[in-house]
């Protein structure tokens, strides 16, 4: 079955980095377009960064351009999400997802890995 499951996230105060991590099984990876979403408490789900099934296409949303990187491995089926200069704001649960179209209307999901950006 698919599997997709993250790992990386923490606590890190204002200005710091993390990386995360999302192994992906159960399905053809390196055919499928990749991207991480978050959700902050009390608010929806939102869009962060995609990456198309080569790695050549990414995209940001405004808010993290600049400061995010996403990247994948199709050998080790895995994509990465680099966050630098963390802010407060990117306080949120932050999910993983593969859809291979890339229309993240009804995408695989995984089970979220918390990250929380001290002041």
């Known amino acids: 079955q698919v599997q997709l499951v993250e790992s990386g996230g923490g606590l890190v105060q204002a200005g710091g980095s993390l990386r995360l991590f999302c192994a992906a099984s159960?399905?053809?990876?390196?055919?499928?377009?990749m991207g991480w979403f978050r959700q902050a408490p009390g608010k929806e789900r939102e869009f962060v960064a995609t990456i198309d099934w080569s790695g050549r296409s990414t995209y940001y949303a405004d808010s993290v351009k600049g400061r995010f990187a996403i990247s994948r491995d199709n050998a080790k089926n895995t994509v990465y999400l680099q966050m630098n200069s963390l802010k407060p704001e990117d306080t949120a649960v932050y999910y993983c997802a593969a859809d291979l179209r890339m229309r993240w209307q009804n995408p695989y999901w995984g089970q979220g890995t918390q990250v929380t950006v001290s002041s």
């Open positions: 159960g399905f053809t990876f390196s055919s499928y377009g």
